[in-house]
Structure formats: C-alpha cells, structure tokens
C-alpha cells in the first residue's frame, strides 16, 4: 500500500493512556487511528468504518479481547489483529491464535515493536488485495480467438 492509502487502524484498550499514547505513535507513522475501551464499542466501530488492522487489549471489562476477536471473524475475516495483554497466559495466546490474530504482544510494549507488528498486517493485506486483484484480472480476460465473432441476432 502506498504511503497515503495506509489502512485504517483501531485500537482497543480499557486503559485511556495506553490507548492515547499508541494512538499518537501511530498516527505519527502516518495511520489514521480509531479507539474503542472495550470489545463492545469496537464491534460498532468495525462496523461503521473499512478497519484493516486491529490492536486489542485481551483483559477488558464488558467484553474482552478474544470475545471480540470471535465475534468479528463472524463477519470480517479480512482484518489483520494483533493481541497484546499486561496479564500473559498461555492459554489466552493459543486462543488468540485459533482465532487468526496474526500477532500476541505481551506489555509492556515497545513502540518498535508495535510498529513492526502493524507494518508486517499491512504487508500481509496489501499481499491479500494484491492475489485478489491477480484473481479478477485472470477472470476479466479476452476472449479466446475463436469466441471473436459477433453473436448471431
């Protein structure tokens, strides 16, 4: 993806500071950055806007971070996530896997790593959208040689 036609982020956590301090890291990196405080606000905004990566907090009041992950691999399969969590645990990371996050960074987190997170979900869309539009090419071809005549009225 070029520079201006970076994918939307979200940003899920309960804690604001966290939320605000990613928020700013990543928008200096030239992100267009949205926040939610937990699973439930974030599922609207996921459905509100094109979110193409997603950074959730895993312990969340109302509705943690692998209860949202299920509930948005129903409808959106696409988006590329990355769990973090202050409070690690084995189980939590292989559920997060078999969810399809793409990502399990424990807190705290360093901002390099957090950008290299995102940069490696953006790769992985733009690859995405790169095999699908090699698809529609391939099905948009010509017409064979012998189909070139008009049909008969």
């Known amino acids: 993806m070029s520079e201006g036609n970076k994918p939307h982020v979200l940003l899920i956590d309960d804690e604001q500071v966290v939320r605000e301090l990613l928020q700013k890291f990543l928008e200096r990196n030239g992100y267009a950055v949205f926040t939610a405080c937990d699973g439930v606000d974030a599922l609207q905004v996921v459905k509100a806007r094109n979110i193409g990566i997603i950074i959730s907090d895993i312990v969340m009041p109302r ?15 696409q988006a590329q996530v990355i769990m973090i969590t202050g409070q690690p645990s084995l189980g939590g990371c292989v ?5 399809a996050s793409c990502e399990y960074l424990i807190k705290p987190i360093e901002r390099e790593d957090i950008l ?14 790169n095999k699908l539009q090699d698809y529609l090419n391939e ?7 012998e189909n070139t005549e008009d049909p008969p009225v």
């Open 63 to 77: 509705m943690d971070g692998l209860e949202f992950l299920k509930h948005l691999r129903k409808f959106n399969k």
């Open 139 to 145: 099905a948009d071809c010509p017409p064979s040689e």
């Open 95 to 99: 559920e997060s896997i078999v969810e």
């Open 116 to 129: 290299r997170c995102v940069q490696n979900a953006e790769k992985q869309l733009e690859n995405r959208s």
